[in-house]
């Protein structure tokens, strides 16, 4: 019988009220369904119902292990330990408020659990569990404080590496520092602890801490490099080359920087580029360069793609319209900075920068046509037709356009134009999603042009002969 097969059949034995058939049943499928949440549910009830209290209990458990946003798991969980189990009943309160988006309310609930029981492994769970609520809301302090209390009972390394990101989010990276210093000490073959403390040492301008704790090559590398032992930085490179691998390229773009051999540079950063695609410090190390050259407009731009790859849109305009500003005759700016006003629905300045762009590519298709689609969505439809019709004499390829030169041409009462339009964007997209409906539209325009031009004229003609009477 399938797992579902099961959980009916039992359904209809408790329908008939059959309940310790039911009960026998769902027990014996126990090893096949005990990772479902349905079935734990169904069981601990039916347990509930048969007051085997125990094993009701043992299932809700195990249900909110299964599924830990289970509001009836935690309900009946609270009843079974209130008066029995402070700990566990804290605990579970504690839980059960979170799942209400009560968090702030279960900070109580954890501080008495820790105070509930005497069990080394409860507190430091009910201490985590406290942790994170106070992360949650905001309460970093409050954290840290708990995060600390839980090293002081026992080691833990990934306690020592959330309390250096808490410290980094907060920008202290001195207290970062510290713990990770206490964590390695602790640890000292965890790779990620002495790798984390190494790459803040660097940051610090501490470059032989740096060099001691860390773990792999490559971050030696990073730190001989900005310690400016260019030697030792390139042989430890040959040592451990890997073409396969970004990081190789991006330590040898810097290592060519510190020479000022741009051109080896510039080539390493690309290789960088093909195997790290989009990645921010691509741009950020064509920043450098440029800088390095005195090329201001490349150094602004480059720090715009940057930002651009980090999301970080608002920064990434402000670098564009810095290029801009440097050297208002190359287009590449212009063209991101449409890009971002696009995505941030800024329609005074992606029209002011459409028109710059068309100026400088007259051809350009994407800028007439999305110069069109700002006047079409601004309700200038004769406008929008003007860009419409000039990309499609440029050449565009977006079939798209025809579809919004038929309804431009609509707006403006033009029928036939916008009839001519539309046959064109079925002829060249059969498959568009609109064809149905593109298709009726011009079955109603075919009737009402065939529809006799004195109609209108008769009714005119009858009026006036009532008036003559």
Not at 60 to 76: A, C, H, Q, T
Not at 310 to 319: M, S, T
Not at 333 to 340: F, G, R, T
């Amino acid at each position: 019988m399938s797992n579902n097969g099961v959980l009916v059949q039992a359904q209809m034995l408790i329908d008939e009220e059959q309940y310790d058939r039911a009960y026998e049943m769902l027990i014996n499928s126990y090893d096949k369904l005990k990772d479902d949440a349905e079935y734990l549910e169904k069981t601990a009830l039916l347990a509930k119902t048969l007051e085997k209290n125990e094993d009701a209990a043992k299932f809700w458990e195990e249900l909110v292990k299964v599924n830990p946003n289970s509001l009836i798991g935690y309900s009946e969980l609270l009843d079974i330990y209130s008066g029995k189990d402070n700990y566990k009943y804290y605990i579970t309160r504690a839980k059960y408020k979170i799942l209400n988006e009560k968090v702030s309310q279960s900070i109580d609930d954890y501080k008495k659990a820790i105070n509930s029981t005497t069990e080394e492994a409860d507190i430091i769970n009910a201490r985590f569990l406290l942790a994170k609520s106070y992360e949650y809301i905001g309460k970093t302090q409050n954290a840290i404080d708990e995060y600390y209390s839980i090293i002081s009972q026992k080691d833990d390394m990934a306690i020592y590496y959330k309390l250096a990101d808490l410290y980094c989010e907060q920008n202290d990276r001195i207290s970062a520092i510290n713990v990770l210093e206490k964590g390695v000490k602790a640890f000292p073959d965890v790779v990620e602890l002495g790798e984390y403390l190494s790459g803040l040492y660097i940051r610090e301008g501490e470059y032989d801490k740096a060099l001691e704790s860390a773990k792999t090559p490559y971050t030696k590398v990073k730190a001989y490099l900005m310690k400016g032992d260019n030697d030792s930085a390139f042989k430890l490179l040959n040592d451990n080359k890997d073409e396969n691998n970004a990081n190789y390229f991006a330590l040898m773009a810097e290592y060519y920087f510190n020479l000022k051999d741009w051109e080896k540079c510039g080539e390493n950063i690309e290789k960088f580029n093909n195997l790290s695609p989009q990645n921010p410090l691509v741009y950020q190390m064509k920043a450098l360069v440029c800088d390095a050259n005195g090329d201001i407009y490349g150094y602004h731009y480059n720090m715009g793609k940057c930002y651009s790859y980090k999301q970080d849109y608002e920064l990434a305009l402000n670098e564009y319209l810095n290029a801009h500003r440097q050297d208002s005759s190359k287009s590449d700016a212009v063209k991101e900075i449409i890009k971002i006003n696009e995505t941030l629905g800024d329609k005074t300045s992606l029209m002011e920068f459409y028109e710059k762009l068309v100026r400088q590519e007259p051809d350009n298709t994407f800028a007439l046509k999305g110069l069109g689609d700002v006047y079409a969505d601004l309700y200038e439809f004769r406008n929008a037709l003007e860009y419409y019709e000039k990309a499609v004499k440029a050449g565009i390829t977006d079939y798209e356009i025809y579809n919004k030169m038929g309804f431009a041409y609509e707006k403006i009462k033009d029928l036939s134009s916008a009839k001519e339009a539309y046959e064109k964007y079925l002829a060249k997209a059969p498959l568009s999603p609109d064809t149905e409906k593109l298709k009726e539209k011009l079955a109603k325009m075919d009737i009402s042009s065939s529809a006799p031009v004195n109609s209108e004229e008769g009714l005119i003609d009858k009026i006036m002969k009532i008036f003559g009477k």
